[in-house]
């Protein structure tokens, strides 16, 4: 997808969202996407950084979601999608 850093994104120490990725030189690289700071309630800086890593995922599956709707099938979900929703929507929860 272009737009953006693809996942997977994961939570680094510090809540620091990164994206780990090889690079032409097959070298690991690791890349800040977001730091989760502030005066905020307990727990919520946590949260924040959980919503933030399932992000690509969440836009992929919607995507998936409205082309699907979009192509005149019969009226059903794409075979494993609510399932991956459910997994997702855990996630960015932070109940995974």
């Not at 727990?43 to 950084?49: K, V």
């Amino acid at each position: 997808m272009a737009g953006f850093t693809p996942g997977p994104w994961s939570i680094g120490p510090a809540h620091v969202v990164r994206h780990q990725f090889r690079d032409t030189q097959d070298r690991r690289v690791t890349e800040w996407i977001a730091e989760c700071v502030g005066e905020h309630p307990p727990g919520e800086i946590e949260a924040n950084a959980q919503l933030i890593t399932a992000a690509p995922e969440l836009i992929a599956l919607a995507i998936e979601f409205r082309d699907y709707a979009r192509s005149g099938a019969p009226y059903s979900y794409p075979l494993g999608s609510l399932q991956k929703l459910d997994e997702l929507i855990a996630r960015a929860l932070g109940h995974d």
